[in-house]
């Protein structure tokens, strides 16, 4: 089971971090990606982690986000910083095998937390 939490309503230019929650299966899966559903758009990917700390990130995605685990806790958790209206929207992370954003290779997926940025 994956749960996300933290989602927030932030100001232009402020910062949050998400936290999702590992439990049951889902807690001997290698690779845990975060991934976004803007209003009236497709859902993309952000970033992943696998067990190991290894990093994978979407190009569009570097330098404002940041992923990261802790293992003994079963928690990931994705930083962002310079938010700005565009980031706002329905925030997910999910299950999978692939160090990968694309999200079809994604087997589990939590309920998703909102994010929304305005002034």
């Known amino acids: 089971q994956l749960v996300e939490s933290g989602g927030a309503t932030v100001r232009p230019g402020g910062s949050l971090t998400l936290s999702c929650s590992i439990s049951g299966s889902t807690s001997n899966v290698d690779v845990i990606g975060w991934f976004r559903r803007a209003p009236g758009k497709e859902r993309e990917g952000i970033a992943s982690i696998t067990t190991d700390g290894v990093t994978w990130y979407e190009d569009s995605m570097k330098g404002r986000f940041t992923i990261s685990r802790t293992n003994a806790k079963n928690m990931v958790y994705l930083r962002m910083i310079r938010l700005n209206v565009e980031d706002t929207g329905v925030y997910y992370c999910?299950?999978?095998?692939?160090?990968?954003?694309?999200?079809?290779?994604?087997?589990?997926w939590g309920q998703g937390t909102q994010v929304t940025v305005s002034s």
């Open positions: 999910a299950a999978g095998d692939t160090l990968t954003t694309i999200s079809s290779l994604y087997h589990d």
